[in-house]
């Protein structure tokens, strides 16, 4: 059974840090692209960053470049998303997201995590 599961989500104060998980089963991660979503309350769920499959191509936001990365552990089906100097717009619930090609429509995306919350706020 096909599955993904975010963690690491919580409460950071402005300027502070945290690294999101997305844990795959049930199928090979390197082979598709995995990308990250978040959705702040009445607001569309946005396209945060993705990786590529095989070869680690990444992508990325204007508004997290510089302070966000994405990376691949293979060994462990596992994509993080390490988030540095958030700021308080970067609240919401983010989600991970499996596709054939890298995107930033949420319809691209055929499988979905249930989310983690991010909250920052001092």
């Known amino acids: 059974q096909l599955q993904l599961v975010e963690s690491g989500g919580g409460l950071v104060q402005p300027g502070g840090s945290l690294r999101l998980s997305c844990a795959a089963s049930?199928?090979?991660?390197?082979?598709?692209?995995i990308g990250w979503f978040r959705q702040a309350p009445g607001k569309e769920r946005e396209g945060v960053s993705c990786?590529?499959?095989?070869?680690?191509?990444?992508y990325y936001t204007d508004s997290v470049k510089g302070r966000f990365t994405i990376s691949r552990d293979n060994a462990k089906n596992t994509v993080y998303l390490q988030m540095n100097s958030l700021k308080p717009e970067d609240t919401g619930v983010y989600y991970c997201?499996?596709?054939?090609?890298?995107?930033?429509?949420?319809?691209?995306?055929?499988?979905w995590g249930p989310g983690t919350q991010v909250t920052v706020s001092s």
């Open positions: 997201g499996l596709a054939v090609s890298a995107g930033w429509d949420p319809a691209e995306y055929g499988y």
């Open positions: 049930g199928f090979t991660l390197r082979d598709y692209v």
């Open positions: 990786i590529s499959s095989g070869v680690d191509r990444t």
